[in-house]
């Protein structure tokens, strides 16, 4: 029995290989060409979550159309890496899913081995104790894009330290909502504003500042 899904990308990859034959535009790109175009697709897909409601559907359509565009570009760079003699599309599902095997240890036991469910908390701290290792890396905090935006990099450092059961950060403002919390952030950025202080860059610091902590910590 034949997987519709499995179709379907099948024909979007001998789409793919025909445009990069016989269009000139999708002939001529690049990985780096492609950058611009890869973020706004992102952000699209970002913004028709904002619009998505789970609960009646409406907005899935919008999604599903930016879901496809961004599925593109996934299929478009792993063509150019095949051009380049790099890798392919099969490399890239088989490498993303032997990867989430092996960070479901509870799903996926080794052979002779048994891990029984455990809570979020302790599966999160699993998830980046493997992924530490296999990237050889001395900390979960490397990874961490530091181009990211202030607050998303922030939000991110900040869960990775929950893992190791690190807290360091005192909360002096408990908003009661999401609403007042956006409000409360926006008084903040307004109190910088007035004070001729830049919010981002100043997050940025403080972040780094708690990354050398934890470190240490870790």
């Not at 179709?7 to 535009?25: A, E, F, H, N, T």
């Amino acid at each position: 029995m034949t997987d519709k899904r499995t179709d379907s990308l099948g024909q979007l990859i001998v789409l793919m290989d025909q445009l990069r034959v016989d269009c000139p535009w999708d002939a001529k790109q690049t990985h780096t060409s492609l950058r611009s175009h890869l973020l706004e697709e992102t952000y699209e897909v970002l913004e028709a979550l904002d619009h998505l409601d789970e609960e009646t559907g409406k907005g899935t359509e919008h999604l599903k159309e930016e879901l496809g565009d961004l599925l593109l570009h996934i299929v478009f760079h792993s063509r150019i890496a095949e051009d380049r003699g790099h890798f392919d599309l099969e490399d890239v599902a088989k490498e993303i899913t032997e990867k989430l095997v092996r960070r479901h240890p509870h799903v996926f036991p080794a052979e002779n081995e048994s891990e029984e469910a455990k809570d979020m908390d302790q599966m999160a701290s699993t998830w980046e104790q493997i992924k530490k290792k296999e990237k050889n890396r001395s900390s979960v905090f490397e990874g961490i894009p530091k181009t990211l935006p202030a607050l998303s990099r922030a939000s991110k450092v900040l869960r990775k330290a929950s893992t190791l059961g690190i807290n360091q950060i005192s909360v002096e403002i408990e908003p009661k909502n999401e609403e007042v919390f956006g409000e409360v952030l926006l008084g903040l950025v307004e109190w910088a504003r007035i004070n001729e202080i830049d919010p981002e860059e100043t997050l940025r610091v403080a972040v780094e500042q708690y990354v050398e902590k934890a470190k240490e910590l870790e």
